[in-house]
T-cell receptor, first 115, second 111 residues
């Protein structure tokens, strides 16, 4: 398996523009997580899905952020409009929890810079 | 999830064993100890996890004390590529919730 795939790897945009980040989880995994990492706040969860349904979006900063999972093999995280404070590395992770293990596998991340 | 305490940084000579400690004195009976690491500019990577018995895989060994209040991750022969931030996370397995990352330990492997 190729692991969790994210695109783009780097994104530079101007304030006010729409940004869409993409994630393909590991085949067969039924949980998908979106995390954000900054120097100030470390790694924090934004939202996670189970079987394509959002379970907990309490970490989504505000209405400018939205996430979708139209099918088991694809998810998007959209920021509209983007702001400089959204600059961060965004990670997608997937897992297949079982009683004795729920290892999460992370993608390489998307480094977002909003000017 | 139980709180964990790790030293902020450690150094290790290349080729020697790296022993990374973690305290989790409030761990409950159904909580596992997980270790992840994050190499600079990469996503976090799973290393190993365990409940109460010592565990070993191709990457590392995990030693959990009998009272389960602390554990040690052992990288038997550290290489420069093992330089990373190592996170100890205590959680119920199968809970399918988010991982809560603390500050971790910055391990620097020196040539």
């Amino acid at each position: 398996d190729a692991g969790v795939i994210q695109s783009p790897r780097h994104e530079v945009t101007e304030m006010g523009q729409e940004v869409t980040l993409r994630c393909k989880p590991i085949s067969g995994h039924d949980y998908l997580f979106w995390y954000r990492q900054t120097m100030m706040r470390g790694l924090e969860l934004l939202i996670y899905f189970n079987n394509n349904v959002p379970i907990d979006d309490s970490g989504m900063p505000e209405d400018r952020f939205s996430a979708k999972m139209p099918n088991a093999s694809f998810s998007t995280l959209k920021i509209q409009p983007s702001e400089p404070r959204d600059s961060a590395v965004y990670f997608c992770a997937s897992s297949l929890p079982r009683p004795s293990t729920d290892t999460q596998y992370f993608g390489p991340g998307t480094r977002l810079t909003v000017l | 999830d139980a709180k964990t305490t790790q030293p902020p940084s450690m150094d290790c000579a290349e080729g020697r064993a790296a022993n990374l400690p973690c305290n989790h004195s409030t761990i409950s009976g159904n909580e596992y100890v997980y270790w992840y690491r994050q190499i600079h500019s990469q996503g976090p990577q799973y290393i190993i996890h365990g409940l109460k018995n010592n565990e070993t895989n191709e990457m590392a060994s995990l030693i959990i004390t009998e009272d389960r209040k602390s554990s040690t991750l052992i990288l038997p022969h550290a290489t420069l590529r093992d330089t990373a931030v190592y996170y100890c996370i205590v959680r119920e397995s199968g809970s399918a919730r988010q991982l809560t990352f603390g500050s971790g330990t910055q391990l620097t492997v020196l040539p």
